[in-house]
């Protein structure tokens, strides 16, 4: 089998990617150990002593996935090692690490002196959570309200296997302590499943990759107890139906399904080993071995074919829709969640898997394109936090998780996309080289003496590739190079080796070949890429733009404010808000193809922008300029338009939309929407006094306590003599209550602002109260006081003309 190239043997030398990686490593070392093992020692019986836990998904007060990060952590943690050159940095890292995994190994040693009939458990939260998902009854008071148990367990395991995995040449005493941990927890995991009477029950919550994690510690240590333990976890039935090519996954949440397939695969990579097979499978068992391949394989394609977005990346709410729809999903349902980025990074290791079974090109290129799509495209470069979803339609931003109050499964995933850049890079097979990713790096090949070095322009895709020595006193072994073309290459993409074109050399299986490549080499790589138009598969006029490997996102250049608002969902999570005034179309004078043809044939390509590149769309009506999709951080964006001819119905009913939301921005003086106890607020000279803010369906808020008031300062200069509109916006759930405001310090004008139950009001209670207002001076100051009582919440302060 085809083997991925080991992460330690590649050098990044891409500054970009290099500043990705940073980012995260400085964040894994902004984290404790301690604080994570807070609830562990809670369970163990073990004094935590003055440390208090991480908040968000590790909280244990209300609904949580305590633990979970912690996994993610300690992986992330054994993959930055092997990637880290500076010794200072390195040390600290394996300190987490130690602290990390010491911490476990005492979690659980203790948990068996006072639990020996369940020894070997190590979690965050008490086994009765486990009960919960096997359908046993338990009383409220007793619950540990633990959404997905296994899902949590899942990670930790899967951290520890990956510290032996990774780590056992470098650091072995760890690493193996790692293991020795990961096994006691998989016998206490068998000993569990075996006295189920019924084990289908807790198949049907969320449980990450626990088959996967199982069949890898059953490889290990050929236990077969892991083996029987993986096997539980194996939902056979849906791996039939996939295996039959069916298309059932509408409804499905896609992040718990992902992981099982791969589990699935694994069960199927291990046993291609025959002497494995005979020893541990029945006939019947080998027989069927088959068949969990075929899953696999059947729904990448269906997921790929048929449910996935430009980027690389799926779903809609975390869940596949129907076939086909990303149209429908991402602008009649809400876009601000479409493609969670856990999906990505699971595609990933399953896409990973099955190009090593199969040497089949296509899933390199998939994987090209979702790791700068999706995964580079999931970091904020200035702050290092990263995205849960990636809106697609026009007019959201990107979303970052806050570091130390949220950690959101897709920020567990991230820290170990983060820390695994050159992994996939390269693969081989005895003296094959596939070279997958084309970023600047170097790696070394030990067994054949080898340094093979890729510099170059990923601007406009052109390397070079130069081979020489390891240890210039020995003999090197040539090596067979596997290029790949990717898909997006143009026709007139060429090769060079040694001065000499290698055009027809291309290989059935879209590699370029290269025999007996030696020190002393060169390889010259200039791929062409074109910039194309890609339509959904449910509406051929919603475009979104590829430009070579980069999907493009469209920002619009008109003075349009941005607001990086969201609003909570899920349990802490946070989705962007569409802003109703940013275009989401493309008007073009010209009919559908003959647009098209004008964009393949004249858009401009800017190679000296701040970004990679900026491409401008020639004539059409909007204003927008096209970067990278992954480069987009600050600012709103589309990646999906719907492309529109100019005068047409559709444009008409469009633009009045956009007409009416443009006139209210247009006749706002001033507002405030963001009650942030920070820079927005701020911005208006907030005072304040027994105040505080919060956030309600998707709005922040300010209120007084009893007695309290707040107040801000809004600059009307040139303004002030206007008729103008005070506006609030208030929420029926706080009727009977009342404030009582004062323009400019005057409290003859006082006016009280109360809350009535009869205003007519959206449908999550929200309704705007109105005042006239004729302010004379160039500030307007608003003072708001409570009386004897709590205040209403105001959720925005808009000032406009009338
Ligand atoms: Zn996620």
Redesign the pocket.
């Given at each position: 089998m085809i083997q991925p190239v080991r992460m330690n043997n590649i050098k990044i030398l891409d500054n970009e990617i290099l500043h990705f990686q940073k980012n995260t490593i400085s964040y894994l070392l902004s984290l404790e150990p301690k604080k994570f093992l807070y609830e562990f020692d809670k369970i163990s019986g073990i004094d935590p002593g003055d440390v208090t836990g991480y908040a968000g998904w590790e909280r244990s007060d209300k609904v949580n996935f305590r633990g979970h990060f912690f996994g993610h952590y300690v992986l992330a943690l054994s993959q930055a090692i092997l990637m880290v050159d500076d010794k200072v940095v390195r040390e600290k890292l394996v300190s987490k690490l130690e602290d990390s995994v010491n911490g476990l190994y005492d979690a659980q040693t203790n948990y068996a002196k006072l639990h020996p009939e369940s020894a070997g458990y190590v979690s965050a939260f008490k086994e009765i959570a486990l009960d919960e998902v096997e359908g046993k009854n338990i009383a409220d008071e007793d619950k540990e309200n633990v959404l997905v148990p296994w899902y949590d367990l899942h990670k930790i395991l899967a951290g520890l296997l990956a510290t032996y995995t990774n780590l056992k040449e470098q650091l072995p005493e760890i690493s193996s302590k790692a293991l020795t941990i990961a096994k006691r927890f998989g016998e206490y995991v068998y000993n569990r499943l075996i006295q189920l009477t019924y084990s289908d029950y807790m198949l049907k919550i969320e449980y990450g990759g626990m088959n996967d994690a199982l069949y890898q510690l059953f490889e290990i240590t050929l236990n077969a107890h892991f083996l029987t333990a993986a096997e539980y976890f194996d939902e056979v039935t849906l791996f039939e139906s996939l295996a039959e090519n069916k298309d059932i996954l509408s409804g499905k949440h896609a992040?718990t399904t992902i992981p099982k397939l791969i589990g699935a695969l694994h069960r199927y990579v291990i046993f291609t080993d025959q002497e494995l097979q005979n020893k541990f499978l029945d006939t019947k068992q080998q027989t069927k071995l088959m068949m969990y391949y075929q899953a696999a394989k059947n729904f990448w394609d269906i997921v790929v074919n048929n449910h996935t977005y430009i980027n690389g990346d799926n779903s809609q709410e975390?869940h596949f829709r129907e076939p086909s729809a990303l149209y429908h999903d991402a602008e009649e349902l809400d876009g601000g969640q479409t493609c969670?980025?856990?999906?990505a990074y699971n595609m990933l290791k399953l896409t990973r898997l099955l190009f090593t079974i199969s040497g089949d090109k296509k899933y390199l290129d998939y994987y090209e394109k979702t790791y700068i799509n999706t995964i580079l495209a999931s970091q904020n470069p200035e702050t290092g936090m990263m995205t849960?979803f990636q809106p697609m339609a026009a007019g959201y931003t990107k979303v970052y998780n806050r570091p130390f109050t949220e950690f959101?499964?897709?920020t567990?995933?991230g820290i170990e996309n983060f820390t695994k850049l050159s992994d996939s890079c390269y693969f081989k097979k005895n003296d094959q080289l596939y070279v997958n990713l084309y970023f600047s790096n170097e790696l070394q090949i030990t067994e054949n003496n080898l340094v093979i070095k890729l510099r170059g322009n990923k601007q406009r895709n052109q390397f070079d590739l130069t081979v020489s020595k390891l240890d210039s006193h020995k003999p090197a072994n040539p090596i067979q190079l596997y290029l790949r073309k990717p898909n997006w290459a143009g026709s007139d993409s060429a090769l060079l080796h040694n001065g000499q074109k290698l055009e027809s050399s291309v290989n059935t299986d879209g590699f370029w070949q290269i025999s007996d490549l030696a020190p002393g080499d060169e390889v010259k790589i200039n791929f062409a890429m074109n910039l194309n138009v890609v339509n959904a598969p449910d509406n051929k006029k919603y475009v979104a733009l590829q430009y070579g490997p980069y999907v493009l996102a469209g920002r619009a250049n008109s003075k349009i404010e941005q607001q990086n608002l969201d609003h909570p969902g899920g349990v802490l999570v946070r989705m962007a808000i569409r802003d109703d005034t940013f275009p989401r179309t493309i008007t073009s004078e010209v009919d559908f193809s003959s647009w098209q043809r004008q964009v393949e044939n004249e858009a401009q390509i800017d190679f000296a922008s701040d970004n990679l590149i900026k491409v401008t769309l020639p004539h059409i009506a909007e204003d927008y300029d096209f970067i990278p999709y992954y480069q987009v951080y600050k600012s709103r964006y589309g990646v999906y338009f719907e492309w529109q001819k100019a005068g047409s119905r559709e444009a008409k009913r469009r633009r009045m939309k956009l007409e009416q939301a443009r006139v209210i921005k247009e006749n706002t003086i001033a507002d405030l929407i963001n009650f942030d106890n920070n820079n927005a607020e701020f911005t208006y000279q907030l005072v304040k006094d027994n105040s505080e803010v919060g956030d309600h369906w998707g709005h922040t808020y300010r209120m007084a306590h009893k007695n309290g008031s707040f107040g801000y300062i809004f600059d009307l200069q040139g303004k002030e003599d206007s008729n103008l509109e005070l506006s609030f916006l208030l929420n029926n759930e706080d009727a009977g209550k009342q404030l009582k405001f004062r323009v400019n310090d005057n409290p003859a004008d006082d006016k009280i602002l109360s809350v009535s139950s009869d205003e007519t009001v959206d449908e999550v209670g929200f309704y705007t109260k109105k005042f006239h207002i004729n302010p004379k001076e160039p500030q307007l100051k608003l003072d708001f006081l409570s009386d004897g009582q709590d205040s209403p919440r105001i959720f925005e302060i808009k000032i406009m003309r009338k």
């Open positions: 992040n975390e969670e980025t856990c999906n849960y959101w499964c897709c567990g995933t």
